[in-house]
Every structure is written in C-alpha cells, then in structure tokens.
C-alpha cells in the first residue's frame, strides 16, 4: 500500500487527541489487531479515526462490516462526521456518498478512486466481493466463527489487506482464540490489546478509583462488571482462580540457566499427563516456561520425549515433584529422570494449594516506581505464551455457583485440571512441605535408611512416593517418621 497522510498531522487537524491506551494500538504497525475493549474506553472513535488517514491513499477498498448494519454504523458515523462534515468534504460534488442507517446504504467513493462501505454479516451474500485493503470488524466478539475466515480473510489476500478487531468481550469465543495470537511474540502481523473502560481518563478521570466506576461496580453483577468494564474474557460465575488475568500473567518467559528449575507432574494415560517446567526466581517469582501435554502415553515413553527434546543453553533440572496417589510413577521418574517427591499432604490439602497459587497470582508491591514515583504492583507468577494448556487451564477452572452440601473441592470440576494440579503439587512441595531445603538442613543422617528398608511413616514410605536423592551414591532414601 502507497503512505498514507502523517497521522500525526491528520490527528491535529481533525482535532483528535488519542488516550495514552489508544496512543498503543494507533502506533502498531500489525496487519491484525485484536483491541478487547470495555464499555465507553473509545474502541469505534479509536477504529474510525484510524482509517481516516488511509482513506486518501488512491485506489483502495475499505469495509467496515458489523454483525448487523446498526452495529456496524457507529465507525462509519466517526468517520462520516471527521471527514464529510467536519472537514468540509461534503461539500465536494465528486465525492459520492450515502448515509442511510434504515437501509443500509453507508458509503463514501473518492474521486482518487478509493471507496469504503458498510456491509452487514445479517447478508452473508454482500460479503462476496473484491480484493480488499483493510477491514474494520466492528463489534467483532459478536460475529459468527465463520463471519471473518470464510467471507472476508480472503477478500484481504490479493493485497495484503489489514484488519482491525475492536470489540467488547463475550467470553472464550473465537474472538478470543483470534485475540491470543496478538499475545504470542513470533507472531509480528499480529497484535493484542486488553482496555478496561476506566483507561479513558477523559470519561472517567479517576481511572480505576473513578467515582462512576465504582458506582458501577457497587450496583452490577461482578462478572457483568469485568467483561463489559473490565474487558476481561475470564469473568465468570464459579470462577476458582479469579486473581488470574492472562493479560498481566502470560508473557515471554526464557529458561535462565543461574535460577533452580524444577517439573511438576500430574499422572495420567486416559486423561493427559502433564509435566509443568517452571523456575523460581531469587524473589520467589514462578515462572512456567515450558509444558508436556499429552494423553494415551506410557509413562516410559513420556520420560524418553523429555529427556531427548531440544534444550535451552545451560539447562539443568534439579528435582520433580508429583501426585503421591501413584508411587510407583514418582518412582520411576526418581530413577529414570530426575529425583521426584510425592506427597500426600500436596494432594490431601487441596484448599491449601489453591490458596498458595492464588498469592502468586495476585498483585503485590514489586520495589519499583513509575515515572511519577508511584509504587508498581505485579504478579509473582508468569507463563510463557507457548504453554496453551496451562493458560487454557486457567482461564476455565470452575465449580458452580452454589454447590449444597459440597465443599469446593467437590464441587470444582474434575476434568482439564492437570496442569493446575500438577503447579498446585509443585508450589507446595516448594513453600508448605520444605522441599527448597537441602535434606542435610532437616534431617539428620540416622534418620535416613535406603529405600528397601521401607521406614513407617503413618503409612508405608514407599507407598507415600516421598524420594529423596543421597548426597553420597545417588540412591534413593525413604523418611521415617522423626522427619
């Protein structure tokens, strides 16, 4: 595509002065654009000026095309009033338009031979048609799955068309499943956003203590409140990890060869067996780097696919960590990979785990300041983009909204946990069973006896899983009950 007009230059004569938030998303230079976006942040007059300037580049195709024509409109109005009226251009015989709401008619045709148009996803059949530069998918959450692969993505082929995605969420759709791609960094045509209502500080100039906010807030239904203010996907009823914002917990995360690193895992043949890798960092930050996920498999030939998969420079793998529901597994990763504890009180005292993953989860004070010398609050818990399965995971984990009699534990779903289980064994073994002590720090040596000894320990120490490498011969040791 030719240069378009300096945006900057256009932004000042129109008048336009964007949000620092809008600021991100009008700088981006992705063909795909994924703004998720609350309620009054500004996602059309954002979407609509954003294509002003292109619109006088010659010989361009431009669609805004809505579900329906009404919702498709609002862009189109943006635009209409910039250019048509306020800029004077109405007034200019050769330009062709037609703004008609009712029925559908919304277009403008340049005399340089460019033209835009409203089309409405209601009429399948308007959305056949020529080689497009750009599209704008207004209220894209509310699409049809098809809407865009079928109809439109290859209409943007010919050219190399961009598309834009500004929408308010509706949950695990495939908007969302679009929107993570903007999240993944090998993925440069690509880029995501995630805009609370509140980032429009000219509406709403306390932010996120604004007093209309938080009069939302007091007088809505919490998950109404975060996906249609809070443009969060994860807002839902039942909600287990509620601190969990893939926004602010998934990033980039590289394998560093100084932190300890460690593999968490959560058994299975029919369902998958998962095996966690994360790090911990000197400030007792986690960072899960890299997952094995897969069912139908042999433990033996789950551990031959770990031991042979390409590693980072510097890699090393210090201990695992287990459910003591399978010994015999613990066992033959102790032996054949690398020594892994397993036990029962990481599995017994679930409300205690999740609680433990929850305060990684949540923001704390981080030391640093921001450019004002305000303290910064972040998560101690990231995952890298790669790891599909732990972020699903997150984002679905959930018991009903009332559950009788039960308690949470069973009432929380039984299935597509087991790469939270396997975090959640992980982080206990680590900060409630001592696992981060050296066995020398706990125990002294009379209390340790080699493995066919089998010390009770409540019940048989094998059956526990518990096994812990000898500083001497590299066996494996049992613990008795003194420990």
Not at 397 to 409: E, I, S
Not at 448 to 475: C, H, M, V, Y
Request: some cysteine; glycine content about 8%.
């Amino acid at each position: 595509m030719p240069p378009m007009l300096d945006r900057e230059a256009f932004f000042e004569k129109i008048g336009y002065t964007p949000l620092p938030k809008q600021v991100l998303y009008h700088q981006s230079k992705a063909r795909f654009r994924f703004p998720c976006c609350g309620r009054r942040f500004g996602k059309s007059t954002m979407a609509g000026k954003d294509l002003e300037p292109k619109l006088f580049v010659p010989d361009c195709r431009y669609w805004i095309v809505g579900p329906t024509y009404d919702l498709g409109e609002k862009e189109f109005r943006v635009i209409w009033d910039d250019l048509i009226v306020g800029l004077g251009l109405g007034k200019d015989k050769r330009i062709k338009k037609a703004y008609s709401k009712n029925t559908g008619s919304m277009w403008i045709s340049f005399p340089w031979n460019t033209h835009l148009e409203v089309r409405s996803a209601d009429h399948p059949e308007s959305l056949v048609g020529d080689a497009l530069d750009g599209v704008i998918m207004s209220e894209a959450a509310k699409h049809r799955p098809d809407t865009f692969e079928r109809f439109i993505r290859p209409s943007l082929s010919d050219r190399r068309g961009f598309a834009d995605f500004p929408t308010t969420p509706e949950g695990y759709n495939w908007f969302y499943q679009m929107w993570t791609l903007g999240q993944r960094p090998d993925l440069d045509d690509y880029e995501s956003w995630r805009f609370p209502s509140w980032e429009n500080t000219v509406l709403f100039p306390g932010g996120r203590d604004d007093p209309e906010i938080q009069l939302i807030e007091k007088t809505t239904a919490p998950e109404w409140f975060m996906q249609e203010i809070g443009a969060d996907f994860a807002s839902f009823v039942g909600k287990i990890y509620g601190e969990w914002d893939e926004y602010e917990h998934v990033t980039e995360v590289q394998f560093n060869p100084a932190w300890p690193n460690y593999m968490a895992f959560d058994w299975g043949f029919t369902n998958p067996l998962a095996a966690i890798e994360f790090q911990v960092s000197p400030w007792d930050e986690i960072y899960v780097w890299r997952e094995h996920y897969l069912p139908y498999t042999r433990l033996e030939r789950h551990i031959d696919m770990l031991k042979t998969r390409d590693q980072p420079v510097g890699y090393h793998l210090d201990m695992a960590f287990g459910d003591a529901a399978d010994p015999e597994a613990a066992e033959t990763v102790s032996i054949e990979l690398v020594p892994c504890m397993a036990m029962p009180e990481a599995k017994e005292n679930w409300r205690e785990g999740v609680d433990l993953v929850k305060g990684f989860l949540r923001q704390r004070e981080s030391g640093e300041t921001d450019e004002y010398g305000a303290p910064l609050y972040k998560p101690a818990f990231y995952v890298d983009h790669s790891c599909v399965n732990v972020i699903r995971e997150f984002n679905n984990y959930r018991a009903p909204a009332t559950h009788g009699d039960k308690n949470v534990r069973e009432a929380a779903q039984a299935w597509d946990d087991h790469a939270l289980d396997a975090i959640r064994y992980g982080l206990m073994h680590l900060f409630r069973l001592g696992a981060r002590h050296h066995l020398a720090d706990v125990v002294s040596p009379i209390n340790l006896a080699p493995r066919d000894t089998n010390f009770e320990r409540g019940i048989d120490a094998q059956k526990s899983g518990l096994w812990l490498p000898s500083a001497g011969d590299g066996g494996f040791f049992t613990m008795n009950e003194e420990f």
